[in-house]
């Protein structure tokens, strides 16, 4: 059987004329491929995120597939159960976020504070304070508990400023990445909000799966990440869980949020009933999946047990060179690790040094006098200590600060291989 092709005809009077070669105001400019300008080498990114990758996020990540087909949905709904486990938490409303982790911080505060709604923030740095920024400007009448730099809240003061305030929203962050605070009173001032009438919202974007979170034991209202950091995913998709209570609130809430892409009661068409909202990050929600599953594979218990054990080691070896940890023990956080910068160099001295000569990437910290070292999914390697450890040592040397390089490497083998002594056969 022959088709025949039949167009309609136009009189080629109507047919509109354009020049095929215009001069365009703008020139097609002359640019480098990447493979010019990434380093032959990849620099070990061992700062405060985005971490490295497993190779099966990474083969994940190249990959597009129909965003409102079967696949995904079964995608989708992997994602939702494995996040449950991560979050440790059966509530159903777990979404995902195309964005950074602020993107879900910007989906949990717009969804549940608007104009007038009264919210606490515990304030120990700078992601803490960018909540209460978004709680602003949501219109949110937001009070701000003030914690030194360096420590946490204490309980009575949380307590004293629920009983002045009497928020409806408390913001806290579980591991404060700025100044690498560990919120460790996170359980207990939780119930203190919960029995004050509060719903709370936590920033868990660098601590998520390094360390415990236990949503629906410790009675959170929502909790976000990202996926860059503990989860050693790709930037730029991240998680946001709520309880009942919260959406209920997002539920009822009278006016539309003004955010219409993080719009939880948009975004539920996708991630709850394999409909349409916007494109989803295909590519970057399967990666995301595949970072759960080995978050999944390891379990819970023995991947914070390696975190745990990781950072450690890194502090006592930071620690064994002659070098100053930024914070306290009592909270000090280990997903990421504060370093105070010798006298007479600046962070960016440190960072350009040690990411041109050995390839590690650290970061400095909006303005503190510290560098940052990661302990976050994939960081967290023996080899990669080692490398980092070595390359942080030979930095300091070389930027003539008197540093005992070979007490530090010592100090964190001993503390890898659980303080013995290596025994000689
Ligand atoms: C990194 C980080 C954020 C911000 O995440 P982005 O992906 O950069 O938006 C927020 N809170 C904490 C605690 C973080 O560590």
Redesign the pocket.
């Given at each position: 059987m022959r088709y025949s092709l039949k167009f309609p005809t136009l009189p080629i009077s109507s047919v509109p004329t354009m020049p095929l070669t215009p001069s365009f105001s703008v020139p097609c400019p002359d640019v480098e491929s990447l493979d010019a300008i990434l380093p032959e080498e990849p620099l070990l990114m061992m700062g405060?995120?985005p971490v490295p990758i497993p190779a099966a996020v990474a083969k994940a990540n190249t990959i597009v597939i129909n965003h409102l087909g079967g696949t995904m949905a079964k995608v989708v709904g992997q994602v939702k159960t494995m996040a449950r486990y991560v979050f440790q938490t059966n509530s159903k409303w777990v979404l995902g976020v195309a964005?950074?982790?602020?993107?879900?911080?910007e989906m949990a505060i717009s969804n549940l504070a608007w104009s007038g709604t009264r919210v606490l923030s515990i304030k120990n740095g700078?992601?803490?304070e960018?909540?209460a920024e978004m709680g602003r400007r949501v219109g949110a009448d937001v009070s701000i508990l003030d914690v030194e730099d360096r420590a946490v809240a204490s309980l009575e003061t949380v307590e004293a400023a629920l009983r002045r305030v009497r928020p409806e929203i408390v913001t806290i962050?579980?591991?404060?990445?700025?100044n690498t605070v560990w919120n460790h009173h996170l359980k207990d001032i939780a119930a203190l909000a919960k029995a004050a009438g509060a719903l709370v919202i936590v920033?868990?974007?660098?601590?998520l799966s390094t360390m415990p979170l236990e949503m629906d034991a410790w009675g959170i209202d929502a909790v976000?990440t990202?996926?860059?950091?503990g989860l050693s995913s790709i930037?730029?998709v991240?998680l946001v869980a709520f309880s009942e209570a919260a959406w209920e609130r997002v539920k009822h809430r009278e006016q539309p949020n003004a955010h219409w892409c993080l719009d939880a009661s948009l975004a539920e068409n996708f991630w709850h009933n394999a409909g349409y909202h916007y494109t989803a990050p295909v590519s970057g929600v399967l990666a995301l999946h595949e970072a759960l599953r080995l978050v999944c594979a390891e379990t819970l218990e023995k991947r914070f047990a390696r975190h745990l054990k990781c950072s450690v080691a890194l502090q006592e070896g930071i620690t064994a060179l002659g070098l100053t940890l930024y914070t306290p023990q009592a909270c000090r956080l280990n997903?990421?690790v504060g370093i105070e910068a010798p006298q007479g160099l600046s962070p960016g001295d440190i960072c350009g040094h040690i990411s041109r000569q050995h390839q590690v990437e650290i970061s400095g910290s909006f303005g503190l006098p510290i560098v940052r070292i990661g302990q976050m999914g994939e960081q967290c390697r023996e080899h990669n200590l080692f490398r980092t450890l070595h390359a942080l040592g030979r930095t300091m040397v070389d930027l003539g600060v008197a540093v005992d390089l070979p007490a530090g490497v010592a100090a964190l083998e001993k503390s890898l291989s659980g303080g013995a002594r290596p025994s000689v056969r």
């Open positions: 405060a995120g964005g950074p982790g602020s993107a879900a911080m700078f992601f803490s960018r909540m962050v579980q591991g404060e990445t700025s920033d868990a974007v660098c601590t976000i990202g996926g860059q950091k930037p730029g991240s997903s990421v």
